[in-house]
């Protein structure tokens, strides 16, 4: 399953526009921008995105790319485990 990685565009000022586009050009993802994803709280306070529909936040943009990609990771060894 291709990640699907969401950003609200209100949050940009937090830098995520960096990352937005980083992740962008990966073909692997699809990277969506909104222009609120009512998450208003968590906009305001700190840079964060969805990643398959689960916030994921951090203080500071380059540790919010970091766990960006560990949730990508993670849920990709969900999908390679065989739970027959």
């Known amino acids: 399953m291709r ?3 969401e950003f609200c565009q209100s949050n940009m000022h ?3 526009d960096r990352i937005m586009k980083e992740l962008d050009s990966h073909p692997d993802y699809d990277v969506i ?3 609120c994803l ?8 700190m840079p964060y995105a969805l990643v398959n529909g689960e916030i994921v936040a951090s203080e500071d943009v380059d540790s919010l790319y970091t766990l960006i990609m560990d949730k990508i990771n993670e849920a990709d060894a969900w999908a390679d485990l065989d739970l027959d």
């Open 33 to 35: 921008e909104y222009g």
């Open 14 to 16: 937090n830098g995520t």
């Open 3 to 5: 990640p699907i990685i």
């Open 38 to 45: 009512g998450n208003c709280g968590q906009c305001y306070a």
